[in-house]
């Protein structure tokens, strides 16, 4: 059985592996603030959860995820800059649960991941993606940033390749998601779940001490621990929300919201 939310599906299989599924196929699994808070919820709960020992992100429909939802976009446009920060608080928030997570994490993605889509599986230790999946970190287009997802994206592309996607915002395929790093591995989808069955195996032949142990080894070895997570956040956080207010962000939000064509 599934356990009761609006926005995902959460179920537990006996093998100690947690499924979190994002159900708004209608919008190709779009964020919007039950989502981001649904989310957050389900990851801090599993994180504290003796039985749970992976973690698998998927989605509903077509998409993993599209990014951000048109009618947050909306009250985006509309917010203060304090009301943006509270609210790019919130989705830095989630990010963190996720990447500093003391679970596996497993993300399997299909059809869009766009923007916070990214970010989601740049926070996963697994990404799984699906041979016709596209991805893409868009935000420029609008006049925008890409800045709470950026420390997971950085740390999952590099600091050149990251200057790069920002500031062109192109559409790229799953094959080069994985030159650049965000994904781990792409195959046909007849493959994807013999392939996360062979990691689940592995991944129950370690400890569990050992594996959460691995995950914080490498953000001690990488210089960047969850407080210091915190803190990056204060800035990325802030960044966007004066983005959004800008000129320039309102430009580019009310343009795509009201369909007209943008010119830089």
Same mark, same amino acid.
Request: hydrophobic residues 45%; contains cysteine.
């Given at each position: 059985?599934?356990?009761?939310?609006?926005?995902?599906?959460?179920?537990?299989?006996?093998? /100690?592996?947690?499924? *979190?599924?994002?159900?708004?196929?209608?919008?190709?699994?779009?964020?919007?603030? @039950?989502?981001?808070?649904?989310?957050?919820?389900?990851?801090?709960?599993?994180? !504290?959860?003796?039985?749970?020992?992976?973690?698998?992100?998927?989605?509903?429909?077509?998409?993993?995820?599209?990014?951000? %939802?048109?009618?947050?976009?909306?009250?985006?446009?509309?917010?203060?800059? !304090?009301?943006?920060?509270?609210?790019?608080?919130? $989705?830095? =928030?989630?990010?963190?649960?996720?990447?500093?997570?003391?679970?596996?994490?497993?993300?399997? #993605?299909?059809? $869009?991941?766009?923007?916070?889509?990214?970010?989601?599986?740049?926070?996963?230790? #697994?990404?799984?993606?699906?041979?016709?999946?596209?991805?893409?970190?868009?935000? =420029?287009?609008?006049?925008? *940033?890409?800045? #709470?997802?950026?420390?997971?994206?950085? !740390?999952?592309? /590099?600091?050149?390749?990251?200057? &790069?996607?920002?500031?062109?915002?192109?559409?790229? %395929?799953?094959?080069?998601?994985? !030159?650049?790093?965000?994904?781990?591995? *792409?195959? %046909?989808?007849?493959?994807?779940?013999?392939?996360?069955? @062979?990691?689940?195996?592995?991944?129950?032949?370690?400890?569990?001490?050992?594996?959460?142990?691995?995950?914080? $080894? *490498?953000?001690?070895?990488?210089? &960047?621990?969850?407080? @210091?997570?915190?803190?990056?956040?204060?800035?990325?956080?802030?960044?966007?929300?004066?983005?959004?207010?800008?000129?320039?962000?309102? @430009?580019?939000?009310?343009?795509?919201?009201?369909?007209?064509?943008?010119?830089?």
């Amino acid at each position: 059985m599934f356990n009761t939310y609006k926005t995902i599906q959460l179920k537990n299989d006996k093998n /100690g592996v947690a499924h *979190v599924i994002m159900n708004r196929p209608e919008v190709h699994n779009a964020f919007n603030a @039950q989502m981001i808070e649904e989310l957050t919820a389900v990851f801090n709960a599993l994180n !504290d959860n003796k039985n749970v020992q992976i973690i698998m992100l998927s989605a509903n429909g077509k998409s993993f995820s599209a990014g951000a %939802d048109i009618n947050w976009m909306k009250s985006m446009a509309q917010a203060t800059e !304090d009301e943006n920060k509270a609210d790019s608080e919130k $989705l830095a =928030a989630l990010m963190r649960t996720i990447n500093f997570n003391a679970k596996t994490t497993i993300a399997k #993605v299909q059809g $869009l991941a766009l923007g916070g889509g990214v970010g989601l599986a740049c926070c996963c230790d #697994v990404v799984v993606a699906e041979t016709s999946a596209r991805f893409g970190l868009t935000e =420029a287009k609008l006049g925008l *940033v890409p800045a #709470v997802i950026s420390p997971y994206v950085i !740390d999952a592309i /590099g600091t050149r390749k990251a200057r &790069r996607y920002f500031q062109t915002a192109e559409i790229f %395929d799953a094959a080069r998601a994985k !030159d650049l790093g965000i994904v781990s591995e *792409v195959m %046909d989808l007849d493959e994807i779940d013999s392939f996360i069955d @062979q990691q689940l195996n592995l991944l129950s032949e370690t400890g569990p001490n050992a594996k959460e142990i691995s995950k914080k $080894l *490498v953000m001690s070895v990488v210089g &960047r621990t969850l407080p @210091q997570q915190k803190k990056i956040d204060e800035y990325t956080t802030q960044v966007i929300a004066a983005v959004r207010v800008s000129a320039e962000g309102q @430009q580019g939000l009310n343009a795509f919201l009201n369909k007209k064509p943008i010119k830089w």
